[in-house]
Structures are given as C-alpha cells and as structure tokens.
C-alpha cells in the first residue's frame, strides 16, 4: 500500500483541488449544493430551503454552471485515467449540469449511467395541491475518463413474487422449470444424465431445472427505488443531523461498483462525511473536502466514532493550529515542520551543527525555540552559532545588509528584543526574530466547563440528569457534541453529534458514569470536557 493518508481538509474545494496532484483519484462522488448569486447557501433540502431557492434563481444559473464547472475540471484532471465520477444533483440544475459541464468536460460518449434515485414514494400533504407531478427524484450522473474504468456488477436479492416461483424442491434445493432456448450439446448431455431436463412431446422448448442457489439476485439497473431517504425513515440512527445528509446505503452501492479496495475516493463536498465514513469502512482510502467547519468537525467525529483499533488514521487540515498542540507536543516534529512552513528547509541531523534547526532557500541559519518569552542568552547563542556554521554566508550577509540568521519562537522577551537592536546598531548585524502566528496562523482552544443538576427520577426509577456546558473562545461557538458514556481507551464517541446550545437532559440507571462533551469553534478547534458521576439515591460528582 502507498503512503497516502487519508484526510480530511475545510477550505474551499477549488483551491484545495488545486494542490491535489494530477491522476491520483480513482473516485469521485460529489453532492453539491445550489448556490445563487454571492449567496452562498445549501438549498436543497426541505421545502423552506426550496423557497429560498426560487427566490433567487433568476439569473443565477450561469454563474452556478460557472462556479460549478471550473471546480469539476479539477476533478477530472485528478481522476486516475481508470477513474470515474458521481455527480449528485436535482431537477434544478441536471439539464445544465449535464450539457454544459459533464459532456464538455468529460465528453458526451463518457456517459455510462443518469441514475435516478427515487428518494421517496410520498406523495402527500404540500406535494398533493401543487398543480404538477411531485418530484420524488435525484439525478447522479455517473462518467468515466476513459473507456477503461471499474465496474463491478451489483446485484439485489430476488423478491418475494420472484422467490414464490421457485416452488418445487429436490434434493438440491428448491428449483422451477424454466425454458432453455439455446444450450450446447456438452450442455445437454449433462442436464440428461442429472435428470434436470424435461423435453416432453408439445413443449416448444425442452424446460430445465433452474435453482434457487444459483440464481444471483437481479442485476441493478439505473433506477434506484430501493434506499429511501435518511428523514423517511422513522428513528433513523444513521441520521447524525446533517442539512442534506445522505444516505450511507446510497454511497455503499456506488463506490462498491465503482472502485476496489484501497482505491482513493474523493468527496470535495463531503457535508456530514457519509461519503468518507461508506469508503472507509470499505477499506477505501479517502479525501473529504468542505467549507464549513461544522461538516469538518461533524465529519471527524463520525469517523471517530465508527473507528477501532485496527482503523487506518487520518488527519484533519483546519485554518488555524491549536496553540497547544504547536507549543507541547513533539518537539523534533515540531521544529522540522515550521521551518517548512517558514520556507526552508529542515536540518535532520540535529547534531554536530551547533544547535541550527535549519536554512533559508539560500542558506542562511534558522533556530527554532518551541518556547514562548525567549531571552538575551539564546540570541547570544545563537549569533556566536552562525558565524562558526557557515563563516563565508555570514559574511555576505553581514556585508549586503541581510539577516545572519532567523530565530523563530512563540514570543520574545525584552531582553531578546534589546540584544537584536543592539547587534544591529552596534555590530551592523540583523538577526530576525519570527513569531510561530507570523508564519502560521495559530489560535487558542475554548474554554470549556461542564456543570449538571439532579433533576429527579422519571416514571421508570432512572435519574434525570440536566447538563449545561459553557465556552469561552476567541472565536466563536460552532457546536457541541456529547458522550454519555465516555471511555477514555475507546475515544470519544460521541451520541449527541450537533448540538447548537450546550444543554442536554439524559437518564441515568444507578451506577459510575463518564460524560464528556467537546465544543468546536469556527476556526475548527475544539476542548473536551469530562466529569465522572456517581448515580445512586441522587447524583455526586466523584
Ligand atoms: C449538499 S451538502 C453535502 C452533503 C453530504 N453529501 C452528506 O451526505 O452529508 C453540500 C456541502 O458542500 C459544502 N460546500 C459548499 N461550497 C463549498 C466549497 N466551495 N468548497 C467546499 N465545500 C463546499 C457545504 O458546506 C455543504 O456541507
């Protein structure tokens, strides 16, 4: 297997796509929502979102297709020759997405498939009184790159008219007598000898044996009316509270017929991540693509929650680093990654050249301090350092007035300051401090506390347990999610994935609880919050 990790990225996916190589993609599915105008708004979905589209459709098409398309030629340009695409969309838009965008850019002759997916059969209340057909029905357009491509035939179990057909049974199993209107000699000879044939005066065509353990299932064709939408179905676990969220046995089908194991799959819309959650429990790899951080984060935890011991990781790319995370963790990994961010290149030996962390693109000395109020004495150090590093650099920096040297931390103290200004007035010789939020930019986690009150016993004997969770962030509050029975060996799996308010009442049997919350705030970082209850007679805090 390659290296490739499997991610997922929050940024818009036109500049993300731009940064994905060429032919490195074996799939994509993509669910993209109706945007209009500068209005950038998901509006398919329920009935109010279907207002707000008419709305603002007029004149919005072209700019849709334009927007659309430039992101669509990203796609096929990362798609593998082998590769091919699912383009999800509704009657709003498929006529133009077809014409204008796939056929052009893919080319007419590299349809394979319009699959209709029938959502729904409901036909009642607000759909009943409007003066046309009710539309129960998505397109995906599915189109390959080339004529080489993968399909893998799916079939679906018979039905029960069909089962009943098969109403007599042997030894072998349960069978029906079916004509056989071409068949070989070899063939024939066999049938004979096994008594599976019955070739009787009148019978047009001899009837043979056809068994039920034979028979496959019926081969699936482009009309899809077998998966219902996620809000049809009553209690529904799969639904996580997605605008739009589709359904996983949806994307189970297309990337089984599509891919193989271990192919890439990309979704650069991937919304609550089912596309990504489907691949990877296929043992897919995957790529997951959204603007909104809540679809990141959401889509994360689901991950999160499906996954065990044996799960492949993944990492997740937000606009903004944890401060914690840069400033506590693996220092060595830490070093050598700002450096690269800063532009230059890291030095891996770490020894022998007189604690120097790095060069510049041409050369000059790079020191990095995973600290934050660093002093005099590490400039000191660090100034005796560059000129025994690399004295002829030194020297020509020093002679056409450019830094000797670049020091990066998470912040300098006065004396550090002091001692630049002095070795550039004194000595004619700059040394450039760098803060870590200059290169990238860095912020705080929330602060999250978590409090609860006892609020009785229900009709069953089980305790009613109210939890309130405050944050405070420089950002602002995107979301919290809850696990009410929290491991810390299994991670937090989260019950409660997308809850707006930070307020949750759950019951509880007698017994040792964890509950654990985490907050998300808009730039993606999120705290976790833990408390252990003991529920007996009332509810404690251990
Ligand atoms: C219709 S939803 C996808 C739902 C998804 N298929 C699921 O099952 O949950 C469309 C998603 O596209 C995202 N989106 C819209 N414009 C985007 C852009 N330019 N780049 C990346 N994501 C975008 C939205 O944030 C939204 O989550």
Redesign the pocket.
Known sequence: MSDFINKLIL????E?LRSIESESVDLVYL???F?SNRN?E?I??DEGEIRSFQDRWSGGIDHYIGWLKE?VAEMHRVLRPTGSIFL?CDWHANAYIRVEILDKIFGYDRLLSEIIWKRTFNSGSSKSISKKFPINTDSIFWYSKSAHYCFNKITRPLNEGALKRYDKIDEKGKYMWVPLKTVSNERLLILRESGEIREEYGLQYPRYKKYLDVEVGVLIDNVWDDIGQIATRPGNFERIG?????PMSL?DRIIKCASDEVDIIL?????????ISVADKLNRQWIG????VQ?IKVSEMRLQNQQDLFSKPFIVQLHKYDYDKLRYENAFKFETWIVVQFGGSANLKQKGDFGIDGKTQDGTPIQVKRSDNVGRNVIDNFFSSVQRFDKPKYDQNRESGRPVGFVIAFSFGHGAIEEVARLHNRENVIIKLVRVDEIVPVSNKPVLTLQFADCGLDAKNNRIIEFTATARSENSIEFYAWDFNYNAEKGFKPQVLIDKHGKQTEQFKAGTYQVAVKVVDNEGLDSLEIIKLKVNGGVIKE
């Open positions: 940024g818009d996916n036109l993300v669910d993209p929502p945007f950038y998901v398919w979905g992101r999800h997605y605008p739009t969220q589709k994307l979704d650069p819309f991937v919304g609550g991540g089912t596309t693509i959204d603007q909104s679809a």
